[in-house]
């Protein structure tokens, strides 16, 4: 029932899209800050590895612990570009509502890594919101880009590409 809700009420469409504004927001001012002030990952990075998040005196997450070691530390310079770019893009999707479950889904991968190194903040709050907005599906960007971007991608990719035989 709350789910059609989402998916279909106006009103719905208008809390999502405060909802949207709100972490686009969060998310695209985050990214500039990291282009503008020359954003380097290797530090909070070897800080999660160094502090990571431990119960009991046992690691919460090994796996995410050696991720970060292993694959993350040594391409800090490409984790960086794709941490900014990524809260960049993921804004301006949110704010102007083009492929709006997507930029959630993709907000919600690095809200979920950033709590898995033990980063709190507003991550909780940004993942419970893009959860939302992911579950209302296309009402979630019915007040954007989407509602007229989603039509013309539907036609464009039911369209079927003509091959021609050479005689």
């Known amino acids: 029932m709350f789910t059609k809700f989402l998916q279909t ?9 405060a909802a949207r504004l709100y972490i686009g927001w969060t998310w695209l001012t985050s990214g500039i800050g990291k282009l503008t002030g020359g954003f380097d990952a290797s530090g909070y990075l070897q800080f999660a590895i160094a502090e990571p998040v ?7 997450y090994p796996f995410y612990v050696w991720f970060l070691e292993n694959v993350a530390l040594p391409n800090a310079g490409l984790f960086s570009a794709m941490v900014m770019w990524g809260e ?4 301006l999707g949110l704010i102007v509502g083009l492929f709006t479950t997507t ?7 690095m809200n979920v890594s ?21 579950a209302a599906k ?3 960007g019915k007040l ?10 539907k036609r464009k990719l039911k369209r079927k590409p003509h091959l021609e035989v050479a005689s």
């Open 103 to 109: 930029a959630a889904f993709f907000g919600s991968v």
């Open 144 to 153: 954007g880009l989407d509602y007229v971007a989603g039509p013309v991608l």
């Open 54 to 60: 431990v119960k009991d005196g046992h690691l919460v």
């Open 9 to 17: 009420n106006v009103w719905a469409a208008v809390i999502l899209l």
């Open 88 to 91: 960049i893009l993921v804004g």
């Open 138 to 140: 296309g009402n979630a």
């Open 114 to 134: 950033f709590l898995l190194a033990g980063t709190v903040s507003v991550n909780p709050l940004l993942l419970l919101i893009a959860v939302f907005i992911m």
